[in-house]
């Protein structure tokens, strides 16, 4: 059980910001206000550090009283070790609900730490043996630039082990198509997807693959960031599947030759598996689907059926 | 500790750390047969399999003799949008000892355990229920969820059945290996009613992606032996993979295959591209990463499981169709797993010009030349 002593001090007093603090948020106008009107109620914590103090938590209430210009109450702790240090902030936060980002860099502080994890994560409140444990596992062995992605796009945390199994300099080249546009889940998916598999037959270094694909172009262009999702996408798509892309191509122009002017929507739904299409026409009227029936049948006698549309056996 | 016996063992077939029996077949012949063969592997009575589970980790190498309850007679699962052969699994067992990447077991079953059923009895009981009927002909194997063959050498579980169904001339057996065992043989009363087959591959994927199984040409040994003893063999081009220099590899498989045997000797050859269901991707880039062909362009076909794309296995097909009608083939090709349409542009021909393929592959079997021969 560790000792405190109260002590009162400047805010010049305090030199360092312990690690340990590693859910630093600054002073609310509420908390200020509070401060400035009821005063300090609950003391920081500190540590001796050199000629001053180390603060080790009540990092808000400290930037709210060093702005107001007040002198801080303190409890001076005995030679905590960083794993009390971290258990100390962690357990003076409890009533906060960590947010996927709060949760890593808790992770990120006790992890190097070892022992007694199960404990940290009791107190996160991460079900043990949880997929939330595996992908938060997995998240704490990429570089801390990734951590700031979660911010806007926590949901990428579920793409943690795949991230993992990718090297440090392909996980730079890759980190600003995250940090400067927001994923839904299954687009990440399909990027990282997609990059595997474009990336694998020559086995290229990712940075080539995103200059000679010219996705970093993309990424830098003046596109919608849903335009420029879309491109990626649409570019990677055609390195990984060339062939499936090139009949896809080919099977939607001749389709759309073939409904031109028509109510009439076309698909192929088969993946090229069979020559199949599915044709749909919407009506609301006896009129309408006299209309739309007459247009069948000049589909059915139109010049674009020469050649049926989607023929995949050549 | 198994080092003496272990020398004894084929050298696809690693001696089991364990043997787990089932209480109520401790006393069958198979279970006498297994534990005297492997004289000094530790075993014990399984009375809870996932604690037995737990117990010797999930990499231990255990054999489980098996008081199996299911459904020994089935049908092959084949999915409706394509073409089945309407093969009937006899179950013998679960899993395999060899390492293949693009073995789908590894998503049908939740572990590598290699469960054998030990009781035979209760096999032989349904199947002379099936096989009563003398009118009805059966084209039944066992190489659908094991190799038929890859355990012979402790089990010998295929000698007892060639021998039980000697009784019963309205069956032809096919035994779907990629090793070499024929111990069996011996124990054949018509050869005319047990069909040995093998899958072949072109040889660097055998190297490669079949990690334990016998190379090409022992197979093929293996084949013409078959052939002397009057056997006819059937083989399956499948999965048929599509790599880098896949012409040159294939055709030199073709080579290989009628260096050793003739056309005539063979009763039905299948061809099958490289599918899987989408779960055996993960699971495929994790346990071997060198299996490069995983990148390829898969799409997901008109049965869900992920399929090459079809202009890219058509030309697979039409290489090897023209590579093995060459050679003297001619229908007793088929595809396994494929669409008419893929049927007519490949071979020329659909299962329906055959009569069906179950059929057609029947008439084979039995070496019926008129249709009206047969019941099934």
Wanted: a positive charge.
């Amino acid at each position: 059980m560790l000792t405190y002593t109260p002590l009162t001090l400047k805010p010049g007093e305090i030199l360092e910001i312990d690690p340990c603090i590693f859910w630093a948020t600054e002073c609310r106008d509420d908390l200020l206000d509070s401060l400035q009107r009821q005063g300090q109620l609950q003391p920081v914590l500190v540590q001796r550090s050199g000629t001053g103090y180390t603060l080790v938590a009540g990092y808000s209430r400290y930037q709210g009283l060093k702005s107001l210009g007040r002198k801080i109450y303190a409890l001076q702790a005995e030679d905590p070790g960083p794993w009390e240090k971290g258990m100390i902030y962690l357990s003076s936060n409890l009533g906060r609900t960590p947010d996927t980002l709060m949760l890593v860099r808790a992770l990120r502080y006790f992890h190097p730490l070892g022992l007694h994890l199960q404990q940290v994560r009791l107190l996160l409140g991460i079900p043990r043996g949880s997929r939330q444990q595996h992908h938060l596992q997995a998240w704490i062995t990429l570089p801390p630039a990734w951590d700031g992605v979660l911010q806007h796009t926590p949901q990428l945390l579920t793409c943690a082990p795949d991230l993992a199994k990718i090297s440090y300099p392909d996980l730079d080249t890759l980190l600003p198509f995250f940090r400067d546009l927001g994923w839904s889940l299954n687009n990440a998916r399909k990027f990282l997807e997609l990059l595997r598999r474009a990336q694998k037959p020559e086995n290229l270094p990712l940075e080539e693959m995103v200059s000679r694909l010219g996705l970093d172009g993309i990424l830098a262009g003046d596109l919608s960031p849903r335009d420029r999702i879309r491109a990626i996408l649409d570019n990677l798509g055609r390195a990984a599947y060339p062939n499936y892309f090139r009949l896809r191509d080919q099977a939607r122009q001749n389709i759309k030759n073939l409904v031109s002017g028509t109510a009439w929507n076309c698909i192929h739904p088969d993946n090229f598996e069979s020559p199949g299409l599915e044709f749909r026409v919407r009506v609301h009227s006896r009129d309408e689907l006299a209309e739309a029936s007459r247009q069948l049948s000049s589909i059915a006698s139109s010049r674009h059926l020469r050649t049926w549309p989607v023929y995949p056996y050549e | 500790m198994n080092k003496v016996f272990a020398s004894c063992l084929p050298a696809h077939l690693k001696p089991p750390q364990h043997i787990l029996v089932d209480p109520e077949v401790i006393h069958s012949e198979l279970t006498i047969r297994v534990l005297s063969r492997l004289p000094r592997t530790p075993w014990s009575v399984c009375r809870d399999y996932q604690q037995e589970l737990k117990k010797h980790g999930p990499d231990a190498r255990i054999l489980y003799l098996k008081n199996y309850k299911g459904r020994f007679m089935r049908f092959c699962p084949g999915t409706s949008r394509y073409h089945c052969c309407g093969y009937r699994i006899i179950h013998i067992g679960e899993n395999c000892p060899l390492h293949c990447s693009y073995c789908i077991l590894q998503t049908y079953f939740q572990d590598r355990v290699l469960k054998v059923w030990a009781n035979q009895q209760d096999l032989f009981r349904e199947l002379s229920m099936h096989l009563a009927d003398e009118k009805k002909l059966f084209r039944a194997g066992t190489g659908e969820f094991t190799d038929s063959l890859a355990l012979e050498a402790i089990t010998g579980y295929t000698g007892d059945l060639v021998d039980f169904l000697g009784q019963y001339p309205n069956v032809c057996l096919e035994l779907k290996s990629k090793i070499v065992d024929l111990s069996w043989m011996h124990r054949v009363s018509d050869p005319a009613r047990v069909l040995p087959s093998w899958s072949v591959n072109a040889p660097e994927i055998i190297t490669s992606q079949e990690k334990g199984s016998a190379g090409l040409q022992e197979r093929m040994q293996a084949a013409r032996e078959c052939v002397r003893q009057g056997f006819r063999i059937c083989l399956h081009f499948d999965p048929v993979i599509h790599y880098p220099g896949w012409q040159k590899g294939y055709a030199r498989a073709v080579e290989t295959i009628f260096d050793y045997v003739r056309a005539k000797d063979i009763a039905y050859m299948s061809l099958g591209s490289f599918r899987f269901m989408p779960e055996l991707e993960k699971i495929l880039i994790h346990n071997h990463p060198g299996a490069h062909y995983i990148y390829n362009e898969f799409i997901t076909g008109l049965d869900g499981k992920k399929r090459l794309l079809l202009p890219l296995r058509l030309k697979q097909f039409r290489f090897l169709v023209k590579k093995l009608r060459q050679a003297g083939m001619g229908t007793n090709m088929y595809f396994c797993m494929e669409s008419g349409n893929v049927w007519k542009k490949a071979l020329g021909y659909t299962p329906k010009d055959l009569g069906d393929l179950d059929n057609h592959l029947l008439r084979l079997s039995f070496q019926a030349e008129q249709p009206g021969a047969l019941n099934a």
